[in-house]
């Protein structure tokens, strides 16, 4: 296991359309984060899962996207009715908390997928 | 408000020679860390160094430093003899441990290395 990975790297859609991206984190992460990051801006959290839990999800986060993480291994992140405004990279991060563990918890990013609503 | 402030959105630097990137942050809590990433232009976001509230001393990484001034709520990232692989953006973000586990990001510097 050599990182997070991400699929697939780019999406290309009509606006309208429902799209489905994937996230494979470290295998011994139990916390999953989903941030987006528009052109020219800092990434932006979106949600974030500890185990198969999800447990925070922010504003920005709006009734078309829906975040699942069965079994607590790998995350889908779904978008309902694409707005070209949803066009953006979508940053998928891991990182480990143990019940004793320090508050470090260095998260690790994905490559991304770089959604294009047309 | 903003919780990171990058007041720099692009900085040039001579190959070999040591650059500081600013960033500002704004916290009630005690309790926080201070991150720096690098992103190429792949995508990727590459973590540098780390910096805890608590921490009494400047965390160091390498050719990477943090410049904590916790009074001024400050962690400029000290990058010292810069190569052309280090142009790239960077990102200063911000976790506060009493709240929500994410990373608050600024909006980044681009540096680019001048050979």
């Known amino acids: ?118 | 408000a903003q919780k990171i402030t990058q007041t720099q959105p692009g900085m040039f630097v001579q190959e070999k020679e040591a650059v500081t990137l600013d960033c500002t942050y704004d916290t009630s809590d005690q309790s926080y860390g201070l991150f720096w990433y690098k992103q190429p232009s792949s995508g990727e976001m590459i973590f540098l160094i780390y910096q805890g509230s608590y921490d009494e001393q400047n965390a160091t990484e390498g050719r990477y430093s943090l410049n904590f001034q916790k009074a001024r709520k400050s962690a400029n990232l000290v990058i010292s003899a810069s190569q052309l692989g280090d142009s790239a953006m960077y990102f200063c973000a911000m976790r506060e441990f009493t709240g929500a586990n994410n990373l608050f990001f600024g909006t980044g510097t681009r540096l680019t290395v001048i050979p």
């Not at chain 1, 011994?28 to 932006?44: A, F, K, S």
């Not at chain 1, 922010?58 to 009715?81: H, N, V, W, Y």
Request: proline share 4%; with cysteine; charged share 25%.
């Open chain 1, 1 to 118: 296991d050599t990182g997070v990975s991400q699929n697939p790297r780019h999406k290309i859609t009509k606006r309208g359309q429902n799209v489905t991206f994937r996230c494979d984190p470290i295998s011994e992460h139990n916390r999953l984060y989903w941030y987006r990051q528009t052109l020219g801006q800092g990434p932006e959290f979106l949600t974030y899962f500890q185990n198969e839990a999800q447990l925070e999800k922010s504003r920005l986060l709006s009734d078309r996207f829906s975040a699942e993480r069965p079994k607590g291994s790998f995350s889908t992140l779904e978008i309902q009715r694409t707005e070209q405004g949803d066009s953006a990279m979508y940053l998928c991060a891991s990182s480990f908390r143990s019940s004793g563990g320090t508050r470090y918890n260095e998260q690790f990013f994905g490559p991304g997928t770089r959604l294009t609503v047309l």
